[in-house]
C-alpha cells in the first residue's frame, strides 16, 4: 500500500509533500512521542504516529527512512518544521484520530 492510498482509505490531511506519497510504500507502523525511542526502533518505510510536530521529528524521519509521519489528534506542525519537511521530502500528514484508533485502522487494512 501506498501513503497516498493509506491517506484516501483513513481520510487522512496532508500537510507537505502531497506529491512524494503517490509512490511511497508503506511496510508497517510505529507509534511513538519520544524521540530517541522512535530513533533507534521505527523501521524504513514504517507510517509513524506521533504527537510532534517539530523540526526534531523531521530529522528523526529522514534518519529513520519512515514513510511518513501522521501527527494524530489533530497536533500542530511547526512552520519550521514543514519547511525542513518540504526541503527534505518528508511526508507529513494529519487527523484527529488518536495514534490507537489509527493503528487499530492500518492493522486492519
Do not use: H
Request: a negative charge; aromatic letters at 6%.
Amino acid at each position: 500500500m501506498t501513503v497516498k492510498n493509506l491517506s484516501e482509505k483513513l481520510n487522512f490531511k496532508f500537510l507537505c509533500n502531497e506529491q512524494e506519497a503517490e509512490n511511497r510504500e508503506i511496510n508497517g507502523c510505529y507509534c511513538g512521542d519520544l524521540l530517541s525511542w522512535v530513533m533507534s526502533r521505527a523501521k524504513e518505510d514504517n507510517i509513524w504516529l506521533t504527537v510532534m510536530g517539530n523540526v526534531n521529528s523531521i530529522g528523526v524521519a529522514v534518519l529513520t527512512d519512515v514513510a511518513c509521519i501522521v501527527l494524530t489528534e489533530n497536533a500542530p506542525l511547526d512552520d519550521n518544521a514543514k519547511e525542513k519537511a518540504t526541503e527534505n521530502g518528508v511526508i507529513i500528514l494529519t487527523t484527529d484520530k488518536t495514534s490507537y484508533e489509527v493503528a487499530s485502522e492500518f492493522s486492519k487494512l
